[in-house]
Nanobody, 116 residues
Framework: QVQLVESGGGLVQPGGSLRLSCTGSGFTFSTYGMRWYRQAPGKDRELVAAINNVGDSTNYADSVKGRFTISRDNRKNTVYLQIDSLKPEDTAVYYC?????????WGQGTQVTVSS
């Protein structure tokens, strides 16, 4: 069955960096675009970054442009989100999502907390 497993979250000080990973299984990873979303407490889930299936096209939310970088390694069935210059408002649960065709799939999420 399709599975997406995120990792790499944690507690980090403002200005720090993290690299989140999302590893997929149960499907041909290189066929699908992938996205990263985040959901802060009390807020709606928001799209932060997207990448196409081969990794040569990316898009970002305006709020994260210049600080977040999405990439993928299809040999490892993994999509990454590099987060630099972290701010307290980046605190959220970060989720990866497999884009269609077909139904979408979500990972379980990884918590990122930015605090001094």
């Amino acid at each position: 069955q399709v599975q997406l497993v995120e990792s790499g979250g944690g507690l980090v000080q403002p200005g720090g960096s993290l690299r989140l990973s999302c590893t997929g299984s149960g499907f041909t990873f290189s066929t699908y675009g992938m996205r990263w979303y985040r959901q802060a407490p009390g807020k709606d889930r928001e799209l932060v970054a997207a990448i196409n299936n081969v990794g040569d096209s990316t898009n970002y939310a305006d709020s994260v442009k210049g600080r977040f970088t999405i990439s993928r390694d299809n040999r490892k069935n993994t999509v990454y989100l590099q987060i630099d210059s972290l701010k307290p408002e980046d605190t959220a649960v970060y989720y990866c999502m497999r884009v269609g065709p077909g139904r979408t799939y979500w990972g379980q999420g990884t918590q990122v907390t930015v605090s001094s």
